[in-house]
């Protein structure tokens, strides 16, 4: 192959890998057993609201065997490509827990909240897009 083949080349393999589509949160309900908490009241719960972006359901916070819990139940949200819960101190999470990735896009997840923190310190849980710094949905715990 002549150096001008070979330039041609990897300016085009360059701009094949840096134009690839974003991963975005998975969309399909999460197929992963999630612990039953029948019987067992919540310890604090809200209701979803859109922020800046469409959004919907209910969130329930529980505590089983020592374990501390954020329940989305149902969920249904816009698409993003970062998206991640919070629990946070303030409505607009300037102090905030990333509890992790959100885990799609529509139905029931079940997330661990890991550290023991004082969840009466947090009353809001955010989904946040953390690549661009954008609110898709916040609930206030009550």
């Given at each position: 192959?002549?150096?001008?083949?070979?330039?041609?080349?990897?300016?085009?393999?360059?701009?094949?890998?840096?134009?690839?589509?974003?991963?975005?949160?998975?969309?399909?309900?999460?197929?992963?057993?999630?612990?039953?908490?029948?019987?067992?009241?919540?310890?604090?719960q809200g209701v979803f609201v859109g922020?800046?972006?469409?959004?919907?359901?209910?969130?329930?916070?529980?505590?089983?065997?020592?374990?501390?819990?954020?329940?989305?139940?149902?969920?249904?949200?816009?698409?993003?490509?970062?998206?991640?819960?919070?629990?946070?101190?303030?409505?607009?999470?300037?102090?905030?827990?990333?509890?992790?990735?959100?885990?799609?896009?529509?139905?029931?997840?079940?997330?661990?909240?890991?550290?023991?923190?004082?969840?009466?310190?947090?009353?809001?849980?955010?989904?946040?897009?953390?690549?661009?710094?954008?609110?898709?949905?916040?609930?206030?715990?009550?």
């Amino acid at each position: 192959m002549n150096r001008f083949s070979m330039k041609h080349l990897l300016i085009i393999t360059y701009l094949l890998m840096s134009c690839q589509t974003e991963l975005a949160t998975p969309t399909l309900p999460v197929s992963v057993v999630t612990i039953d908490f029948t019987g067992i009241t919540p310890t604090r719960q809200g209701v979803f609201v859109g922020v800046n972006h469409t959004a919907s359901g209910k969130v329930m916070i529980y505590e089983k065997s020592g374990k501390k819990y954020i329940v989305f139940d149902p969920y249904s949200s816009d698409n993003g490509p970062d998206l991640k819960v919070y629990l946070s101190k303030d409505e607009h999470a300037t102090e905030y827990i990333r509890i992790g990735p959100l885990l799609s896009v529509t139905g029931r997840q079940t997330y661990e909240i890991l550290g023991n923190p004082e969840l009466a310190l947090y009353p809001f849980v955010h989904v946040w897009c953390e690549k661009f710094s954008v609110e898709f949905a916040r609930a206030a715990l009550k």
